[in-house]
């Protein structure tokens, strides 16, 4: 079982910042592949971004030059770091872990963009 909790959430104006963080427990975190996802209202949930074990980073076409996913083995801690943030970027956004047949999620943090 693995439990994550978000972080870094908040209310932004267009072109501003904000990271997230996803403090997870257990003792194997290194070996999960971590991700955000997002949801917007009336929208599905959607992969923003996910880094594997060994660091490979894959991002949506929509946040590409703008977000930034990183990890923190040694913390047990995942990171997005969103820049330039846009009024279409506002939504719950969820922490994610996964291994094989195994995904975990957070509780979700709300990130709201105003124009």
């Known amino acids: 079982q693995v439990q994550l909790v978000e972080s870094g959430g908040g209310l932004v104006q267009s072109g501003g910042s904000l990271r997230l963080s996803c403090a997870a427990s257990?003792?194997?975190?290194?070996?999960?592949?971590m991700g955000w996802y997002r949801q917007a209202p009336g929208k599905q949930r959607e992969l923003v971004a996910d880094?594997?074990?060994?660091?490979?980073?894959n991002y949506v076409d929509s946040v590409k030059g703008r977000f930034t996913i990183s990890r923190d083995n040694a913390k047990n801690t995942v990171y997005l770091q969103m820049n330039s943030l846009k009024p279409e970027d506002t939504a719950v956004y969820y922490c994610?872990?996964?291994?094989?047949?195994?995904?975990?999620w957070g509780q979700g943090t709300q990130v709201t963009v105003s124009s």
């Open positions: 257990g003792s194997i975190f290194s070996f999960y592949t």
């Open positions: 880094i594997t074990s060994g660091g490979s980073t």
């Open positions: 994610n872990a996964h291994l094989a047949t195994l995904w975990f």
